[in-house]
């Protein structure tokens, strides 16, 4: 059970950067989207908070989360 642990702790580790990589290319897919897209005001506003936010938690070093919202924003704008 002991060396389960480990392991998990290991493969978690390892994760982290690549989640850390894509939270940029997700956040620029998102801004170019943006450029292209039809949305009013309102609509546009909430994607660019969502973008912001993104770009906060990846700073931050919450890629889970900057994942999540960066994919709400394209969500959004229908990408």
Do not use: R, Y
Not at 25 to 31: C, G, M, N, T
């Amino acid at each position: 059970m002991k060396s389960f642990f480990v392991a998990s702790v290991i493969l978690a580790g390892l994760a982290a950067p690549v989640f850390a990589g894509e939270c940029p290319s997700l956040i620029q897919k998102a801004e170019e989207a943006m450029n292209a897209a039809t949305l009013d005001e309102a609509m546009k506003m909430k994607v660019m908070d969502h973008i912001a936010q993104a770009k906060t938690e990846h700073e931050a070093g919450k890629h889970n989360e900057s994942i999540v919202t960066i994919n709400d924003a394209l969500q959004l704008i229908g990408a």
